[in-house]
């Protein structure tokens, strides 16, 4: 009301305007308490009527609750966003209000459904309450969220009357969008914590926060699937254990067959690299004992390559040179491609030969010894791990049949065995 000195000097129709001004600047002032979290007096019904406000949608957004100020979905269903006494208080319009009458309904059908044990006539009753975020205040009174989350369902059951009634036959979830909490608290009676063991509780809560993608309606609608399995007996502790165990096993399994897998695989692969070794070896000593059958033969012109150990094309019967080789001055024969892939490593000119102009050469007596030393080079450039460069120097004058008995495969190194093992 205007103050009676102020009404005096205006006319009926300015007094109306103003009333209607200073109705507008209060819901704004009360608006910006409630978003900054300063506690207000609740504005009576008439100033949210002026000012064209529903219950819950601008005095509500942003409020930070305590169990004292939190609404009642039975007494005050309006502030819960709510036409009559509900099971669901959401009094910031977190849910969508058709999602809320799915929920209420269903929770409804579940107490029809039900019944407990006190009160075989009186199914659970399961209310839900809904809010943007606990006051930071009531939170620090305690030492844990789950603590402070419990004491505030706690308070809610009793101050909307649910709890601690004849039939014991309530349950309160309390979740918080911006904590990103939820709790499941029975009544303190005998029968509801016979219903609603802590394990089985706890698991609710779990599997409703893990199901949350972003609408506060699917965590709450994953709680009331889980409390409607529990009261029909499809949840229990046996079968919550069963459960556990089975993923327990799966997990198990899962990490033997991964293990399994790895270790086939390194199987796999060690045994591989070790037909390779052996292959290798074997294709070393072909060369060797095809260098001493051909030494072995009558004297004459060398049909093997000395660069890759393997034989010369013949050449053809109506005099012309072999294709593919090349013949140097000193009367010696390589493939062409060996001829060139030497010359490119070595930088040398496509005149020189490279068996004459093989460096370090010792004193010899003939042409077999040159053309040993250079089978010796070059297979010790392709195996430096079966001949060494001792053996090259060893096996410059000595018979290709001591090449035979002296070469021995090197002992494989298995990636099952540490480096420096024995």
Same mark, same amino acid.
């Given at each position: 009301?205007?103050?009676?000195?102020?009404?005096?000097?205006?006319?009926?129709?300015?007094a109306?305007?103003?009333?209607?001004?200073?109705v507008?600047i209060?819901?704004?002032?009360?608006?910006?308490?409630?978003?900054?979290?300063?506690?207000?007096?609740a504005?009576?019904? !008439?100033?949210?009527?002026?000012?064209?406000?529903r219950?819950?949608?601008?005095?509500?957004?942003?409020?930070?609750?305590?169990?004292?100020s939190?609404?009642?979905?039975?007494?005050?269903?309006?502030? =819960?966003?709510?036409?009559? /006494?509900?099971?669901?208080?959401d009094?910031?319009?977190?849910?969508?209000?058709?999602?809320v009458? @799915? #929920?209420?309904?269903? @929770?409804? *059908?579940?107490?029809?459904?039900?019944?407990?044990?006190?009160? $075989?006539?009186?199914?659970?009753?399961?209310y839900?309450a809904?809010?943007? %975020?606990?006051?930071?205040?009531?939170?620090?009174?305690?030492?844990?969220l789950?603590?402070?989350?419990?004491?505030?369902?706690?308070?809610?059951?009793?101050?909307w009357?649910?709890?601690?009634?004849?039939? &014991?036959? /309530?349950?309160v979830?309390?979740? !918080?969008?911006? *904590?990103?909490?939820?709790?499941?608290?029975?009544?303190?009676?005998?029968?509801?914590?016979?219903?609603? $063991?802590?394990?089985l509780?706890?698991?609710?809560?779990?599997?409703? #926060?893990?199901?949350?993608?972003?609408?506060?309606?699917?965590?709450?609608?994953?709680a009331?699937?889980?409390?409607?399995?529990?009261?029909? %007996?499809? #949840?229990?502790?046996?079968?919550?254990?069963?459960?556990?165990?089975?993923?327990?096993?799966?997990?198990?399994?899962?990490?033997?067959?991964?293990?399994?897998?790895?270790? !086939?695989?390194?199987?796999?692969?060690?045994?591989?690299?070790?037909?390779?070794?052996?292959?290798r070896?074997?294709? =070393?000593?072909?060369?060797?004992?095809?260098i001493?059958?051909?030494?072995?033969?009558?004297?004459?012109?060398?049909? #093997? =390559?000395?660069?890759?150990?393997?034989?010369l094309?013949?050449?053809?019967?109506?005099?012309?040179?072999?294709?593919?080789?090349?013949?140097f001055?000193? %009367?010696?024969?390589?493939?062409?491609?060996?001829?060139? /892939?030497?010359?490119?490593r070595a930088?040398t000119?496509?005149?020189? =030969? $490279?068996?004459?102009? @093989?460096?370090?050469?010792?004193?010899?007596?003939?042409? *077999?010894?040159?053309?040993?030393s250079?089978?010796?080079?070059?297979?010790?450039?392709?195996f430096?791990d079966?001949?060494?460069?001792?053996?090259?120097?060893?096996?410059? @004058?000595?018979?290709t049949?001591?090449?035979?008995?002296?070469?021995? &495969?090197?002992?494989?190194?298995?990636?099952?065995?540490?480096?420096?093992?024995?």
């Open positions: 009301q205007l103050p009676p000195q102020l009404a005096a000097g205006l006319t009926p129709g300015g109306v305007r103003l009333r209607a001004a200073m507008r209060l819901a704004v002032v009360l608006h910006l308490c409630a978003a900054l979290g300063i506690s207000a007096v504005p009576p019904q !008439s100033v949210l009527a002026h000012s064209g406000s219950p819950g949608d601008a005095w509500h957004k942003g409020v930070r609750w305590t169990a004292a939190f609404p009642s979905p039975i007494e005050d269903p309006k502030r =819960c966003n709510r036409g009559i /006494a509900s099971h669901v208080c009094p910031e319009n977190l849910i969508p209000s058709n999602y009458d @799915l #929920l209420d309904h269903r @929770l409804e *059908n579940l107490a029809a459904a039900s019944h407990t044990e006190v009160c $075989p006539s009186k199914g659970w009753q399961v839900v809904v809010l943007q %975020g606990m006051d930071e205040v009531f939170l620090s009174k305690f030492s844990t789950d603590e402070a989350f419990h004491a505030f369902a706690t308070s809610l059951g009793h101050q009357g649910v709890f601690g009634g004849k039939c &014991q036959n /309530a349950v979830v309390v979740y !918080s969008v911006s *904590n990103e909490y939820m709790v499941v608290q029975p009544d303190e009676g005998a029968g509801a914590r016979l219903e609603f $063991p802590p394990d509780i706890k698991h609710v809560a779990r599997s409703a #926060l893990r199901g949350f993608r972003g609408s506060p309606y699917e965590a709450v609608a994953i009331v699937d889980k409390l409607s399995a529990i009261v029909d %007996g499809n #949840l229990n502790v046996q079968t919550l254990a069963i459960d556990r165990a089975t993923i327990f096993i799966y997990v198990l399994v899962t990490c033997f067959g991964f293990t399994g897998a790895i270790l !086939s695989l390194c199987c796999v692969y060690d045994t591989v690299l070790h037909c390779r070794h052996q292959a070896f074997r294709r =070393c000593y072909k060369k060797i004992e095809r001493h059958n051909v030494f072995m033969q009558r004297p004459g012109e060398m049909p #093997l =390559c000395c660069a890759c150990v393997d034989f094309p013949h050449k053809p019967s109506d005099g012309r040179a072999a294709p593919n080789v090349v013949v001055l000193c %009367g010696h024969r390589l493939h062409t491609d060996c001829a060139n /892939a030497m010359f490119a930088g000119s496509s005149t020189q =030969c $490279p068996m004459c102009t @093989l460096p370090d050469q010792p004193a010899s007596d003939g042409s *077999n010894d040159d053309a040993k250079f089978f010796l080079h070059s297979l010790q450039k392709e430096p079966i001949i060494t460069q001792y053996q090259v120097g060893r096996w410059r @004058l000595a018979h049949e001591i090449w035979l008995s002296e070469l021995e &495969q090197p002992r494989y190194k298995s990636i099952w065995k540490p480096e420096g093992s024995s």
